[in-house]
């Protein structure tokens, strides 16, 4: 088996062959999740903890069907009514939850490198639904088997990820994962949202949407991430979508076919126009939801195959 990761931590340890792996393995899931029968008992037995220390409604629901569809135990910990209210440390909480035997733990924490941490403490295997600017694994694995999907292959394409690149860890793992696919990857925003680093991940890297969009086969938008902004990173909204909002004239540089993606929350009118999100010709925002769903039903059921084995062998 080709896939050996014991936590999903993020896209920078894995390789080719286990993203491979999980997106053949995801694509049997998008079927089962199209038919009236959506359970495959792969989880039977197996209790799942979702812990999310930050907003979200696509990831968090999504991990939640997923892992219900595959017949696990669910419980999603409500983090604002629970003891870290009470100033219980996050190591506490999930030594805490550990006694109580999950099996995966999906965790999603402001900081990061926070799911690092706490994935060297617990017994169980972890998923990271999202760490600070540092790693979002799924979205990245969700936003590969859509692309594969919509262009019939995942390497040797033209990848505009535009915007907010410097907050976000869509952008991170998405570049990493792009990157070890060998798809070539452009970087477009606005230098202030730019990573001081960005030229060292081996892309290019520019300030201009119509040079970074030009014959790119897909176009990733990304939200303006004003939570993780302590000051102006920008002029206004109404410049920034001038400049970068993706619209029907800036899209017409890219390739004719060329899909357009966003992870959502979307800001509409800031970073991408409302009806070019809508055009199910162009837009491929809503099967990125369904993959969503898919690539966490194969994520869970590969960490649960190692978790057995792992504990078989007596090391788990
Ligand atoms: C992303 C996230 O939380 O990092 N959203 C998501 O998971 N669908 C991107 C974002 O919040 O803008």
Known sequence: MS?????????????PDEITALLDLA??????????AKH?????GMTQINMFFEASTRTQSSFE??????????MNMAMQASSLKK???????????????PDLLVVRHPNSGAVDLLAQKVTCAVLNAGDGRHEHPTQALLDALTIRRAKGRLHRLTVAICGDIAHSRVARSNLLLLGKM???????????LMPAQAAEFGVEVTDDMREGLRDADVVMMLRLQRERMD??????EREYYHRF?????????AKGDAIVMHPGPMNRGVEIDGTLADDINRSVIQEQVEMGVAVRMAAMELLARNLRAARENGDG
């Open 231 to 236: 000051g102006a990173f920008i002029p206004s």
């Open 65 to 74: 069907l997923a892992g219900k569809r595959l017949g696990a135990d669910v």
């Open 182 to 192: 060998e798809n070539r990857v452009r970087l477009v925003g606005p230098p202030t």
């Open 87 to 101: 100033g219980e440390t996050l190591i506490d909480t999930a030594m805490t939850l550990n006694a109580m035997h």
């Open 245 to 253: 909002g993706l619209d029907a004239e800036k899209l017409a540089h």
């Open 27 to 36: 694509d049997r899931y998008v079927a089962l999740g199209r038919s009236a």
């Open 40 to 44: 495959a008992d792969v989880l039977a």
């Open 3 to 15: 896939f050996r990761a014991r936590h999903l931590l993020g896209i920078e340890h894995l390789g």
